[in-house]
Each structure stands twice: as structure tokens, then as C-alpha cells.
């Protein structure tokens, strides 16, 4: 028996004295974030807000398997927000789709959600169409043809969980955005946003894309929870960095009874991860800002300056940035810049005498170079 096959589905259930701990970390974590972007100068929030939504974009679609192109997505969200574009590589029209449809999510997040806005979401994932391979109803909610979310072998598939039917969709739909706009006023913001996304992907509205709209309407909630449109931090990304246990929980609830303290125990905890997260980049934010200050002057070629952002975008491994955690060397540079090893290796040396980079231990073909932060540590 699936949850939504319960007697008194959808009136989820659960133990507040045992969430309460994880709310009041989740809160404490939550002011301290505030806190910090509220004494951000104008120029340090703009890159924030840009960092956080580079991560949604990129991480809410690598959940579904789905690895999109950074330099797309830092160029989508530069021009959603208006931010200058030189040098940066041409977006395309999925990036675009998608960060206009995460921007929209949390902006004016009291404006009710409605069937066509989820049904447009949905849309923006699939700006070509449905695709001859897999087709999708695109922009329009799935058919009654049974729906299970399977894994493995076409001839040996795994059912994880089974979406109720097509047929009563439809008012399955109108309950939830009846609850969802105007929810019961006892009830925890934060718990309200845990509940919205299990609720919407219970109901796996559409053929495709239902994590996906689910964790930006999670992303509405909350927005309201805070009172905040602007996001400093990724839920997906934490989500991300847990997916397996991500699926098992989704799994596991669907499987059980209509008390959902367990989800959202979890839930609680990602949300936790994430907001450290968003923490540790607003640090990398200024540090990366002040290390562009002290070297407003200094004579760089394009690619040098592609380096150094992947370089200083590391902290975190984020942005694509894996693999240069420990520092970049000359056939790595090579790589990543598109020249040759002894263009790399000039390059290196150039930007080790102009203090932007410091050597690392180590010596011959195995030197590697990290960034220079000088007075910012």
C-alpha cells in the first residue's frame, strides 16, 4: 500500500517533539546566514545571489542524472540578472529556460501557485520540445496511464513507488495548491516546505521533470518561510551531496503510513547542510572578490582569468570546479585553457610572478600551483 492509498490521505501526521531540534539548528543556521548577507556591500550580495543560483541550476538537474554546461549557466543567470556578460560564454536556450524558471519560483513568492505556472516550470525543462527518443507531454499534465518510478534493466526493472492515477489527478492537484496557498496557520514554515515537496512528488504530476518542479516550489515555500525572494544558499545542492539517501527517504516514505517524522527529520537535516553551505560560499564570495580587487591591474590574458575563477571557485567544489582541489599543473592547465604544455606552463610562471598563484610542494612535472589569497588570509 502507497501513502496516497491510505484512508486518510493527504492528513500527514508527525511527532513535533522530535523535529524540534533539528528546527531550532535549522533557525540558528538560518539567522546566521541572514546575518551575514545583511552586511554584504551591494557588489558582494549581487555575486552571492549569482553564486547560489549557479549552484540550484547546475546541482537540481545533476540530481536527475543531467549535467548541464557552467559556463552556460554562469551566463544564463548573469543576464536573469543583469550582471555584465564580457567573457563569458554564450548561454543557451535549456540554461536560460532554467534559470528563468528557478528566478521565477522565488520571485514575489506570496503570488499564488497555480496548475498553469507548475504546467509552465515543467515547460521551461524542455524548451525543444518533447524529444523523439523519450517523448513527454510537455507543459501538460501526464495521462492516465499507470505511473511508477523505476530504476535498473528494461527486462528486470525496479518499481520504487507508484504516483496515484491519472485519472484523479487532477483533483489530487487542486487539494494540493488549495493547501499550499492557503496552509494551516499553526503550521512551521520549514515543516510546510518539507511537506510541499514530498506531497508534489507523491503526486508525479507529469511525465518528466517532477523533482525538478518539486524542489522549486520547495524553493517558494521557502522563500515565504523566510520572508526573503532572494536565495543565498542551494537546497539541491545539499541534496545533491546526499542523493542516494535522498531517493531511499522519498522511497521508504512512499511506502509507509501518513506519519511523515522521518522525512521530515531529514528534510531538516539537508535544509541544515545547506545553509552551512551557503555560509562557506559567502566566504568565497569576498575572498574571491577582494583577491579581483588587488588585482585590478594586473595584466591577464582571458584565459589566465578563466583559470583563476575555476581556481578561486574551488573552495567549495563548485561550479564543475572538481579536480582542482589541490591546486592545477601545467597539463591540467593545458586542459582547461585549450593550449599548448608550453603555453601552459609560460602561463603558469607568469602568474606566479605577478603573485596571483604560489607553488605548492613538490617539484618537476608534479608542481602544481594554487591561488595566491596574500593579505586575505
Known amino acids: 500500500m ?68 557552467v559556463e552556460s549557466v554562469r551566463s544564463s543567470v548573469a543576464r536573469h540578472l543583469g550582471l555584465p556578460r564580457a567573457g563569458l560564454k554564450d548561454s543557451t536556450v535549456q540554461t536560460d529556460a532554467l534559470v528563468g524558471m528557478l528566478l521565477e519560483a522565488t520571485q514575489n513568492p506570496e503570488t499564488p501557485l497555480t496548475r498553469a505556472q507548475l504546467c509552465q516550470w515543467q515547460a521551461a525543462l524542455f524548451p525543444d520540445g518533447p524529444g523523439l527518443v523519450n517523448p513527454v507531454r510537455v507543459g501538460e499534465l501526464r495521462g492516465e496511464a499507470r505511473m511508477q518510478v523505476v530504476s535498473g534493466r528494461v527486462g528486470r526493472p525496479t518499481v520504487h513507488f507508484e504516483a496515484p492515477p491519472g485519472a484523479r489527478l487532477g483533483k489530487e492537484l487542486d487539494e ?21 515537496h514530498l506531497w508534489l512528488v507523491t503526486l508525479h504530476p507529469f511525465d518528466d521533470g517532477n523533482g525538478r518542479v518539486a524542489r522549486a516550489v520547495t524553493d517558494r515555500a521557502l522563500a515565504q518561510a523566510e520572508q526573503q525572494s532572494i536565495r543565498f544558499y542551494s537546497l539541491s ?30 528534510f531538516l537535516s539537508v535544509l541544515g547542510d545547506a545553509l552551512k553551505q551557503g555560509q562557506v ?17 594586473t595584466p591577464l590574458t582571458e ?56 607553488k605548492l610542494p613538490g617539484g618537476g612535472r608534479s608542481t602544481r600551483y594554487a591561488i595566491d589569497y596574500g593579505e586575505n588570509l
Open 2 to 69: 502507497y501513502i496516497w492509498e491510505q484512508g486518510d490521505w493527504p492528513k500527514f501526521t508527525w511527532k513535533f517533539e522530535e523535529l524540534r531540534s533539528r528546527l531550532e539548528g535549522v533557525r540558528l543556521q538560518q539567522g546566521r546566514l541572514l546575518g551575514q548577507s545583511d552586511d554584504l556591500p551591494r557588489e558582494l550580495d549581487q555575486q552571492a545571489r549569482m553564486d547560489a543560483l549557479i549552484q540550484n541550476a547546475i546541482r537540481t538537474s545533476e540530481i536527475e542524472g543531467e549535467n548541464l554546461n
Open 176 to 196: 494540493y495548491l488549495s493547501w499550499f496557498n492557503q496552509p494551516p496557520k499553526k503550521l512551521d514554515g520549514l515543516l510546510r516546505a518539507g511537506i510541499a
Open 237 to 266: 545542492a545539499a541534496i545533491m551531496e546526499r542523493r542516494r539517501e535522498y531517493y531511499e527517504q522519498l522511497e521508504q516514505t512512499q511506502k509507509g503510513g501518513l506519519d511523515i517524522t522521518p522525512w521530515l527529520s531529514w
Open 281 to 297: 560560499r559567502f566566504n568565497l564570495v569576498m575572498q574571491k572578490t577582494r583577491f579581483w580587487q588587488r588585482h585590478s591591474q
Open 303 to 358: 584565459r589566465q582569468i578563466k583559470v583563476l575563477n575555476r581556481l578561486l571557485d574551488t573552495g567549495a567544489a563548485q561550479e564543475g570546479a572538481e579536480g582542482f582541489e589541490h591546486g592545477i599543473n601545467a597539463e591540467k592547465y593545458k586542459s582547461l585553457a585549450k593550449v599548448s604544455k608550453a603555453t601552459a606552463t609560460r602561463d603558469l610562471t607568469d602568474l606566479l610572478d605577478k603573485g596571483c598563484l604560489i
